[in-house]
């Protein structure tokens, strides 16, 4: 069936090149026909490049290892759920979930505005089928998932052990679904600006779409800290790595259009601005996918080196040349239509909010790109590390915090010394009693930006709460309603304002727990034997034994060989937890490790063991690799008694050889080689990030259609009873 | 027998295509829009500004505008809406 993948991918171009022509020449020529032609290539898309996807599917999960994809990206022992999940592991792969992706975003985008902004659309529809253009022609001519080797090889490489995580299962998919979606509200923006119509109705559908594919990329950097946490950084989820960092920085530019397009909605300011951010938020979620893919920046996540990077360098350098030529040519319509009443205004916080977001974004660009540029001047490449980036990135998010207790309670306009009196109190004087906890119950005098960081969180929980409480007052008094009723039709009257205030206190609540994280950790390396104990964080760990595992890997991951502690952690004498920390060796295809040692020569990972409490997070991990070379005297023994008349007569003896190595390993185990930890109020992180999350649900939620014709019924009554009192 | 099913799954698949792509062309739409692009952009203007109006009216009902400011706020949207409803009537 490769055959028809890759006549499906030839297919999927040319749908893509004839549906780019049909829009230009129906909007062109005012004709609805070709535009509609246009638009069905879009939902042609989906359909053809779903029969790609199908058969690069089936080829994994059926282990057909004459794909190269296959055979480099899986193996047999590799579990199903994740043969079903490793075509992202792979570049070709994941270049067509890209686009698969980007075609489904962009029909459903195509259809919800079927009977919307006309003139825009068709230059839309080309937009997009031209991001399709060029995905499908890197699939076709530069990385083909469906390239074949013969005589087919007996079994594959075996999926990245990294990958091998519950997480990346919907991580990949939900990250690419957020880049691809930015695609959209680009699209739209460079439609709205070629046929000059940046109004209220582009407004409505840009910032719809901007928030779903800020939804979708928040949640897919989220699953790749958890899957970090567990699987790379042994207790750490955010390294400042190129690929992370090029994936939160269409986020924070998102975040900043989410904000400056109210001020156009509200007050028709700030256009060019807006325009600019929303074509730059899309430019750098292409930056992003040109960092995994071209091998230009060494990190965990890319794919290594590939010949994909010129093509995405032109691609970027076509999008920055238009975006710049469409904003200059078109300034006469983005002109402004009112200028800033007052410095103390809502308008003003969200300008220092867009200042501070983007200022987030250089500072993140600066120091990922930076061994680019110290490649190109000084011929050496040098990086900077999370300190660099803590130095800048950490005041300026301090800010960021302090601005999101900020903007709720000030109004749109001019607000006056009276009122910031009456609504800043309560939020001031919950930052002060922190201030003083800090200093006198809690013993985190230690870092300034902590306490202050602290400060800033009590500030948004108290002026977010004081609007909650307000608004239920305000929505009782007026309808009567019992509690719960007044504070479900307060939030559904009032879903972007509710569920934007929501996602500051996610973000709130999220920062406490990266500061609370950061601050308290406590870590240490050591060698425990059996019965030796080290105290960490005041929890005392304590090494119980080994355990090991031929094959029946606890985790499913589909190791051959797993070795780990049980560790018993107590505090003043009673047991707190027992933690299992693991280290799983997989097979090397190339059987250059010999026979018994081959089964394990391949990656080795650490599965970190964590009990995790709204308090704290306790960790244990053991490290792979002197584990491994620990048992390597007795794995050499072992190849050498498997000769090759033994192994055709006894085919299973490399694995009993191996179980006996495991059996040796309990009975006397080397020191177990842990990392333990004690982290505070790390669930704080994750449950800021669904709290961010549901709060972005509540803002993108359509409003209830009868709640709103009743209102506009009334506000129409309203508006005509003061035209007759005029 | 894998070759010719491969060959039937393209043809049928490129047979889907033309059909579903091009069915536009063979059957020309002949409805009429009911609303133009400018009456689509003023009634999302309008529903901005009625939201803008509601906004207004929460933040001074939960003391984030003093009442002189509400009023000369208010006063200045409702005019706005206004002037919005009355382009909108011409175009109709």
């Avoid at chain 1, 060494?298 to 970027?316: D, Y």
């Amino acid at each position: 069936m490769a055959v028809v993948g890759r006549a499906a991918l030839v297919l999927a171009l040319l749908t893509t090149l004839f549906g780019i022509g049909a829009s230009l020449y129906g909007a062109r020529r005012g004709r609805r026909e070709w535009v509609e032609v246009g638009r069905r290539s879009v939902y042609a898309l989906v359909a053809i490049l779903t029969v790609g996807i199908a058969i690069l599917e089936v080829a994994f999960i059926s282990n057909d290892f004459a794909y190269n994809t296959v055979a480099n990206n899986s193996s047999l022992t590799t579990p199903l759920v994740y043969r079903a999940a490793a075509m992202w592991g792979s570049q070709e792969g994941s270049l067509l979930l890209w686009v698969w992706l980007l075609s489904i975003w962009s029909s459903l985008a195509v259809f919800l505005t079927r009977n919307r902004l006309k003139e825009v659309v068709p230059y839309a529809v080309a937009v997009l089928l031209g991001f399709g253009t060029f995905f499908t022609s890197l699939l076709v001519f530069f990385a083909t998932p469906f390239g074949q080797t013969s005589p087919a090889p007996q079994n594959g490489v075996g999926l990245d052990p990294l990958l091998r995580n519950p997480a990346m299962i919907i991580h990949p998919p939900m990250l690419y679904s957020g880049y691809t979606f930015f695609a959209i509200p680009f699209a739209f923006a460079v439609g709205a600006l070629i046929t000059r119509r940046v109004d209220a109705e582009w407004i409505q559908v840009a910032r719809r779409f901007a928030l779903a594919s800020w939804l979708f990329l928040g949640v897919g950097v989220l699953l790749g800290a958890r899957w970090a946490y567990y699987e790379i950084g042994w207790g750490g989820y955010w390294g400042w790595d190129p690929v992370e960092n090029a994936a939160l920085m269409p986020w924070l530019i998102s975040t900043a259009f989410l904000h400056s397009i109210m001020i156009q909605e509200k007050r028709g300011m700030l256009k060019i601005w807006n325009a600019s951010l929303v074509l730059g938020a899309s430019t750098l979620a292409i930056f992003g996918t040109f960092l995994v893919r071209s091998g230009v920046l060494q990190s965990i996540h890319a794919f290594g080196a590939s010949t994909l990077g010129v093509p995405f360098v032109l691609l970027i350098a076509t999008m920055v040349a238009g975006s710049i030529y469409l904003v200059v040519s078109r300034r006469d319509v983005l002109r402004s239509e009112h200028q800033l009443d007052s410095l103390f205004s809502r308008e003003a916080a969200f300008m220092l909010n867009n200042i501070v977001l983007v200022g987030l974004c250089f500072v993140i660009f600066w120091g990922t790109v930076f061994p680019l540029i110290s490649q190109a001047f000084t011929g050496t490449t040098a990086s900077v590390g999370p300190p660099w980036f803590d130095r800048y990135t950490v005041p300026l998010a301090l800010v960021l915090v302090l601005l999101s207790g900020i903007g709720p309670v000030i109004p749109w306009r001019r607000a006056t010394l009276a009122n910031a009196r009456r609504n800043f109190a309560l939020p001031v004087a919950a930052s002060v009693a922190m201030l003083i906890a800090a200093y006198t119950v809690v013993p985190i005098s230690s870092s300034v930006p902590t306490v202050i960081l602290f400060c800033a969180v009590a500030f948004v929980f108290a002026s977010v709460g004081q609007e909650f409480w307000r608004g239920w007052r305000v929505r009782r008094a007026m309808s009567g309603d019992s509690p719960p009723l007044a504070l479900i039709s307060m939030v559904r009257r009032n879903q972007r304002r509710y569920g934007g205030y929501i996602v500051h206190l996610g973000i709130a609540t999220l920062f406490l727990g990266v500061a609370a994280s950061a601050t308290f950790q406590h870590t240490h390396y050591v060698n425990l034997d059996r019965g030796q104990s080290d105290t960490v964080g005041g929890f005392t760990f304590t090494n119980e034994g080994p355990t090991a595992a031929i094959v029946d890997d606890p985790s499913g991951t589909g190791a051959l060989l797993t070795l780990g502690a049980v560790v018993r952690v107590s505090r003043d004498g009673r047991r707190v937890t027992t933690l299992r920390p693991t280290a799983e060796y997989f097979a090397d295809a190339s059987g250059a490790e010999g026979p018994v040692g081959s089964l394990i020569g391949g990656d080795a990972v650490s599965e970190l063991a964590l009990d995790s409490t709204w308090r704290r997070d306790i960790s244990a991990a053991i490290n792979a690799v002197p584990l491994q070379a620990s048992l390597q005297g007795e794995i050499n023994y072992a190849n050498k008694l498997v000769t090759p008349k033994l192994l055709a007569q006894q085919p299973t003896l490399p694995y009993i050889l191996l179980a006996i190595v495991a059996r040796n390993y309990l009975r006397h185990p080397p020191p177990a080689p842990l990392k333990l930890a004690s982290s505070p109020l790390v669930m704080w992180l994750w449950l800021g990030a669904l709290i961010v999350l549901f709060g972005g649900l509540i803002a993108i939620w359509p409003p209830p259609g009868a709640v709103r014709r009743r209102v506009r019924a009334r506000y129409l009554a309203r508006v005509a009873q003061d035209l007759g009192r005029a | 027998m894998t070759e010719v099913l491969g060959v039937l799954v393209i043809a049928a698949l490129l047979a889907f295509v033309v059909w579903f792509v091009g069915s536009p062309l063979r059957h020309p739409t002949t409805t009429v829009e009911r609303e133009s692009d400018a009456q689509r952009a003023l009634e999302a203007a309008k529903d901005a500004k009625y939201a803008e109006i509601r906004d207004t009216e929460l933040d001074y009902r939960t003391g984030k505008l003093s009442e002189e400011d509400f009023r000369a706020i208010d006063r200045q949207l409702r005019a706005e809406a206004v002037e919005i409803l009355r382009a909108l009537d011409e175009l109709r």
